[in-house]
T-cell receptor, first 112, second 115 residues
Framework: ETGVTQSPTHLIKTRGQQVTLRCSSQSGHNTVSWYQQALGQGPQFIFQ???????GRGNFPPRFSGLQFPNYSSELNVNALELDDSALYLC???????????FGPGTRLTVT | TQLLEQSPQFLSIQEGENLTVYCNSSSVFSSLQWYRQEPGEGPVLLVT?????EVKKLKRLTFQFGDARKDSSLHITAAQPGDTGLYLCAGAPDAGGTSYGKLTFGQGTILTVHP
């Protein structure tokens, strides 16, 4: 059984560009959540996907969007990047266990 | 908006000492979780507390959920260098199953245990 994987590991983009981050959920997990973790802070909830539908969204603007695919993998897209978007982006998946979600190692995004 | 405040933000202690990390909110959470995160990795779940007043023990770690479900604490006995890391509390907004994917996190406590 493989855990949650994310790609790429690191990414450097320029302000105004667009970025797509990818997440493969743990086998059998149908729910994926995305979080943004700024340096020295706790993660902030961006949105959750359950069976390919957005199921809850945090306080993030519409330029943050996502997708979940039939195999439950997921993408996070961010348009018109701003310097403040520089952060670690974490993906977490949940399956049958009510409480437990498993985090991937994250994608470190730097916007210059 | 639900917020969680963790204290202290930084903790530097010697091996063998005891410590407590606090997580407080003005809001009620249906449950609280504690995670540990190491550099370059995602958070790893340590425990979930669901009932007000609940106490859970995990080896040298003791977790408590406040009676009013607004606060929680993590106590480590006889800390070891391997306990070094970022400790995060996180609250689930409601009792629904999908709420565990919509967590509110505290800002974290960076613990360093010196040999």
């Amino acid at each position: 059984e493989t855990g949650v994987t994310q790609s790429p590991t690191h990414l450097i983009k320029t302000r105004g560009q667009q970025v797509t981050l990818r997440c493969s959920s743990q086998s059998g997990h149908n729910t994926v959540s995305w979080y943004q973790q700024a340096l020295g802070q706790g993660p902030q909830f961006i949105f959750q996907y359950y069976r390919e539908e957005e199921n809850g969204r945090g306080n993030f603007p519409p330029r943050f969007s996502g997708l979940q695919f039939p195999n439950y993998s997921s993408e996070l897209n961010v348009n018109a990047l701003e310097l403040d978007d520089s952060a670690l982006y974490l993906c977490a998946s949940r399956g049958g266990s009510y409480y437990e979600q498993y985090f991937g190692p994250g994608t470190r995004l730097t916007v210059t | 908006t639900q917020l969680l405040e963790q204290s202290p933000q930084f903790l530097s202690i010697q091996e063998g000492e005891n410590l407590t990390v606090y997580c407080n909110s003005s809001s009620v959470f249906s449950s609280l979780q504690w995670y540990r995160q190491e550099p370059g990795e995602g958070p790893v779940l340590l425990v979930t507390v669901v009932t007000g007043g609940e106490v859970k023990k995990l080896k040298r770690l003791t977790f408590q959920f406040g009676d009013a479900r607004k606060d929680s604490s993590l106590h480590i006995t006889a800390a070891q260098p391997g306990d070094t890391g970022l400790y995060l509390c996180a609250g689930a907004p409601d009792a629904g199953g999908t709420s565990y994917g919509k967590l509110t996190f505290g800002q974290g406590t960076i613990l360093t245990v010196h040999p």
